[in-house]
């Protein structure tokens, strides 16, 4: 296990049970009982390839073949609503607000117009705001200075006529990802259509997965 932003999670995952693995990885696995009575790290440090290589690479390789999900619920996750929301948010990242259903990176800056943070600001139904995304480790970070922004250079969050809400913990955040991608979310029920043309890159959709409701948003962390 590891923790990013106090949120715990799978550093790898060993072979199951009756899965094959590589030698490497077997090895590893032998390495890890023997060296790690505790069973929580099973991280052995070497100057070589580490015990976790052919265990991460068993699951890039599946992720590049097939799918993978990914737990990024670590994410920090704000709600920017109000009728000054809008202006508030052009006042405060360097990009273009993206259209109501879309979303894209943007950037905060200092006043010297260096990179302070970068997120991924999603623009939700007429009358229901913004909805951004960021770095899980810069959650206070991020936070203390769109407030500072809101406080210093639009005369206050009421007076700006706008909400900034902390929802970091409301919300869980999985990402499917890989060429059959899409045939896992169809086989787990999503009710929106899932094809390029009525799901096209850097949109998103109000869905349900099997009973779940989601907020179903196609953007990619993992570069394919």
Request: proline share 4%; hydrophobic share 40%.
């Amino acid at each position: 296990m590891q923790a990013g932003g106090a949120w715990e999670n799978p550093a790898w995952f060993r072979a199951r049970e009756g899965e094959s693995a590589s030698a490497e990885e077997a090895a590893a696995e032998t390495a890890i009982d023997e060296n790690d009575s505790s069973g929580i790290s099973g991280y052995l440090p070497s100057f070589r390839h580490t015990n976790w290589h052919a265990a991460v690479q068993r699951e890039v390789d599946a992720v590049n073949t097939g799918a993978g999900i990914i737990d990024v619920s670590s994410f920090a996750k704000f709600h920017v609503s109000g009728p000054g929301a809008a202006k508030f948010l052009d006042r405060l990242v360097a990009n273009r607000l993206p259209k109501e259903g879309r979303l894209n990176i943007s950037h905060m800056l200092t006043p010297s117009g260096k990179v302070l943070a970068e997120l991924t600001v999603t623009r939700l139904r007429e009358g229901e705001g913004f909805y951004i995304v960021t770095g899980g480790g810069s959650e206070l970070h991020d936070l203390r200075w769109m407030q500072h922004v809101a406080n210093m250079e639009c005369g206050g969050a009421e007076a700006a006529g706008v909400r900034i809400d902390n929802v970091s913990g409301d919300y869980a955040v999985l990402s499917v990802a890989g060429p059959l991608a899409r045939e896992v979310l169809e086989e787990a029920g999503a009710s929106c259509p899932l094809s390029d043309e009525e799901f096209p890159f850097l949109t998103y959709k109000d869905a349900f997965v099997g009973k779940a409701p989601v907020r179903a948003v196609r953007v990619t962390f993992t570069g394919e």
